[in-house]
Every structure is written in C-alpha cells, then in structure tokens.
C-alpha cells in the first residue's frame, strides 16, 4: 500500500529533528564541564610509567651442581700462578676474588661475579630486591646457570693457544658438554634457556658451536660467526675494571683538576681492528695535552693508569684484538669521558643506557685524519664537558662487581639483561616443538 505524500513529509522532517538533537546532545556532551574527566583518574593518566609498570619479580635461576674444578678450584691455580687445575678443595665457603689474580683474568671474571650473585642469598648491600634469584627446583626455573669458568680456564690451562696445556681447558669442555647432553633440562630446550659466561674472546674455543642456541654472555661479537653470537639472543657484559673507582672525585672546578686533555695508556700492536692503534701512535704520541704511553697490564702499570685517567679530561679507547677492551670500563669508573674507536663494538646495558650522554664517538677515518679529534676535544665548551662528567659519575656505579651484590650494580644488570631475553628463548623453545619445517620463511 503506497504512502501519501503528507505522510512522507512529515516523517522526514521528524526524523531530521531527531538527527539534529542527537547531535546537540553529542555536543553538549563533549563540552560540558560536568562531564570532565574525575580527578582520579586524570592522576592515574599522569602517574610515573614506572608506577603503572611495577617492576617484574626476580629471574628464576637453576644453577648447575658441578665440580669445583669447573670453577673455583681455578681460582687457587690463577692465585698461585700455576698452570694446572688445581686442589678441589673441601671448604664450603665460597672464596673471595683473589686479590692477586689482576690483570686479564680479573678483566674477564664475570663468570665469577655471576656465580657469587646466586650463592646462598644474603643480606644485599643498600637493600633492594635481587635482579635473579637461584631455585633448587629446576622445574621452577626460569633459566639455567652454567657455572664454567671458561675464561679462566682458558688463562690457567696453558700460556697462549698453541701451549699443550690447553688440552686440560678442551676436556673440561668435553666434560662439561657430556654433563649438559644428559640433562633432560637441556634436551628439552636444547640448551636455549642456559646461560653461560664466554667473556673472553677465547673462552670455550674448542665446542663453541654445540652451545650456540644458549644465551652467552659476552664482552663483544668481534670473535663469532652470526650463527653463534648476536644481540638477539645474548648478553654484552662490560669487563670487570681493573683500576680502583675514583670515590672521592668532589673537586671543586673538575674541569681544571684534570690538566692532561687526552689520556691513553696501553698495548700499541694489537691484532685486527686493534691496528688502529699504532697509527694513532704516529698521529698522537708529543701532541700538546696527549699522554699516550705503550705498556702493560702490570701491577706498576695499573698504577699510573689510574693516576693518568684521573688527571685526564677525555681517555682513549681505541679498539683491542677485538672490538672492545677493558680500559674503557676503566675510564668510566675513573670520570674520565670516554673517546670511543670502534667500527663494531656493543655497549653493555644499551636499551637503557645512553652512552652518547657521556662518551665520544669518532669513525675510524675521522679519528686517522690529522688533528681532528684534538680540535674536537679542545672546542668543547667547559659546561658541556662538566655536564657529560656529571652523568659519567652518575652512571659509574653500574660497572661495579661486588659481593654481596648492590641494586642495579653491574651483575643486577646482567641478570636483568638476561631476563629480557626470555620470552624470545620461551617463543624459539616452543615453535621448535611443533614446527615440521623449521623457520621456514
């Protein structure tokens, strides 16, 4: 039955008056005062992301029950200087660092300050909760601590690479894999969620490739394949400083307390990217403001390293053997702003650290191109380097190794590093269970 036109009239002209008062209304909802926001809750908008984000309970730790002779049995032979094993030794005391074993094995003691941290836990020092704490229950665990001392190994067992000591560090590889492959822990995830300390570039050389899923903690990348190492799935720890902290750096004009403008002090024939330091020699040795002094890490030498980089504004740090080295850790520990060479180096804690507050970085053609880096180190303004020296001391505590452990020291830190990597090792641990073609695109 049709529809008059009247009809359709009149329900077009009420249905427009419907439209135009629903949009009054909208209008006059959005704008009126009474329907702000409540104080509650523009404070619960404003609240610190910290506070709308507590922080996450501890790491969940299983740590292997191996024999002394994997770990601290070492230490008495790096104390002594001998080149065996050594005693595994009846105390159940866990030892203090040695305070002889300085140098490169003290350089590369993560291993050790990562093991300290889960021993039974004690009273933190300035309190705070643990970054990870150990589980006797492996099935409580979140991740699997391995505690070989593979960098000491490699420094106890032999003098350098070709030394036949070395077969005693290759059989406690050996050993050690034999101990893991047993281990229905490690078959379940085929070794992803272990860690385990490869700090020294030559640590664990001999089966590197048969832990390549574990996430490793590492003083860089400059001596792995892409297959084994990256910072996908591992952990850059920074080297355990070998100069004293400078405590009591409260000068009142810091800026004039350091007279020396550039700071190096080191080996000048180095391997690789390490070249670069010989030619930086050429460039810098008897430049007004430089001291730059080849030497080693000897106890007299550590000596006038650190009187040298507390006297310096700026402290060099050109490439190793491999892309990192311990003296910048050094540096920072002693105020004095890095200047860092390095075409591929990885900075420990990056995701939240930002070193570009308190370091310099030159490539190396501007670091070889002459008189560039001094001009750039002398425009500084004296305010900018006050500023970037504040932050410097600010950060410093982050690069600390100690025991009993502080909140966000340098193994807080690590730990944390290492429970960030979990739910990628949870997603690998559980797409190898079900894939049929594995990381098939």
Known sequence: MATAPGVRTVAAVFGLLLLAFALSSTVIYLASPA??????SILLNLRPFAARCPPAAPLRVFMYDLPPRFHVAMMASSRNGGGGGGAEGNSTAFPAWPPSAGGIRRQHSVEYWMMASLQQQQQRQGGGAAEAVRVRDPDAAEAFFVPFFSSLSFNVHGRNMTDPDTEADRLLQVE???????????QRSAGRDHV?????????????????????????????????????????APYVHVVDS????????PFEARPTLLFFRGRTVRKDEGKIRGKLAKLLKGKDG???????????????????????????????DTPSSCRLFDAIVSHCIPVIISSRIELPFEDEIDYSEFSLFFSVEEALEPDYLLNQLRQMPKEKWVEMWSKLKNVS?????????????????????????????????????????????
């Open 290 to 320: 430089v001291r730059f002094e080849n030497s080693l890490a000897t106890g007299d030498g550590i000596k006038i390293s650190t009187d040298g980089m507390r006297s310096s504004k700026f402290c060099l740090h050109p490439a190793g």
């Open 196 to 236: 385990i300390p490869m700090h020294h570039p030559n640590a664990f050389r001999f089966l590197r490739d048969m832990v390549n899923a574990s996430v490793l903690v590492v003083s860089d990348f400059g001596r792995y394949t892409k297959e084994l190492a990256s910072l996908r799935k591992d952990v850059v």
């Open 35 to 40: 329907r702000a926001a409540s104080p509650s």
């Open 246 to 253: 400078f405590l009591n750096d409260d000068a009142s004009d």
């Open 397 to 441: 505590s982050h690069y600390e190794f100690q025991y009993p452990p502080r909140k966000d020291d340098a193994v807080d830190l690590i730990w944390r590093q290492v429970r960030h990597k979990i739910p990628a090792v949870n997603l690998a641990i559980h797409r190898s269970r079900r894939l049929k073609v594995p990381d098939w695109w």
């Open 176 to 186: 050690l894999m034999d101990i893991l492959w047993k281990s229905k822990y490690w």
